[in-house]
C-alpha cells in the first residue's frame, strides 16, 4: 500500500517561501496525476495544483496560480511544491494525493503565514 509523507511545511512571513515535499513508499506512483491539496481551519480541504505523470502538464487553482509551482521526480517517487509569494491566506495543512485522492492520506504538513 502506498504511503504518502508529506514534509517541508513552516511557520513564515507574508511573501515568503517554501518547498514542499511528499515522498510516496510501497509502490511507484509515476503512473498518477498527483496532486496536492489543503485543509485550512473550519474549511473544506481544497485542491491547489496537479501535474500529469510525465510533468508535462500543470494546474493550478485560481488562488495559487503564478506564485505555486508544481513538480515531480518519479525516479524519486517524490512531488514538490514550490510556493512563493505566501499570504496569510495559504495557511493550512497541506496534503498530496492521487488527482482521485484514492490514496490513504498522509500526516500533511502545516504552512502557517503571518501578516
Known amino acids: 500500500q502506498v504511503q504518502l509523507v508529506e514534509s517541508g511545511g513552516g511557520l513564515v512571513q507574508a511573501g515568503g517561501s517554501l518547498r514542499l515535499s511528499c515522498a510516496a513508499s510501497?509502490?511507484?506512483?509515476?503512473?498518477?496525476?498527483m496532486g496536492w491539496f489543503r485543509q485550512a481551519p473550519g474549511k473544506e480541504r481544497e485542491f491547489v495544483a496537479r501535474i500529469s505523470w510525465n510533468g508535462g502538464y500543470t494546474y493550478y487553482a485560481d488562488s495559487v496560480k503564478g506564485r505555486f509551482t508544481i513538480s515531480r521526480d518519479n525516479a524519486k517517487n517524490m512531488v514538490y511544491l514550490q510556493m512563493n509569494s505566501l499570504e496569510p491566506e495559504d495557511t493550512a495543512v497541506y496534503y498530496c494525493n492521487t488527482e482521485l485522492q484514492n490514496l490513504r492520506w498522509g500526516q500533511g504538513t502545516q504552512v502557517t503565514v503571518s501578516s
Open positions: 510501497g509502490r511507484t506512483f509515476s503512473n498518477y496525476v
